[in-house]
Nanobody, 115 residues
Framework: QVQLVESGGGLVQPGGSLRLSCAASVRIVSILPMAWYRQAPGKQRELVAAIASGGSPNYADSVRGRFTISGDGAKNTVYLQMNNLNAEDTAVYYC?????????WGRGTQVTVSS
């Protein structure tokens, strides 16, 4: 069983930054690729960024150039650095890993961008 625990969300002003963390209960190198998704109120969950072993990260067009996904194998943690945040980034952010036919999700962390 894989457990994913997100942290780092909060309230931030427009133009500000946050770094989200996703701590995995197993070695992340064994469960790559991993991804961050988000879900805003009344909207479908959408892919924000994904990271794979040996490949370039992928980003949604809406966050490319502002968000950076990275992983620390020693800490079994995947990060999402979010810069220049705006109100449209307000959502619950979820960490995801797909192993075989099973989708693993964390419980999410709320990010609210507001002045």
């Amino acid at each position: 069983q894989v457990q994913l625990v997100e942290s780092g969300g909060g309230l931030v002003q427009p133009g500000g930054s946050l770094r989200l963390s996703c701590a995995a209960s197993v070695r992340i190198v064994s469960i790559l690729p991993m991804a961050w998704y988000r879900q805003a109120p009344g909207k479908q969950r959408e892919l924000v960024a994904a990271i794979a072993s040996g490949g370039s990260p992928n980003y949604a067009d809406s966050v490319r150039g502002r968000f950076t996904i990275s992983g620390d194998g020693a800490k079994n943690t995947v990060y999402l650095q979010m810069n220049n945040l705006n109100a449209e980034d307000t959502a619950v952010y979820y960490c995801n890993a797909v192993i075989g036919w099973t989708d693993y999700w964390g419980r999410g962390t709320q990010v609210t961008v507001s002045s």
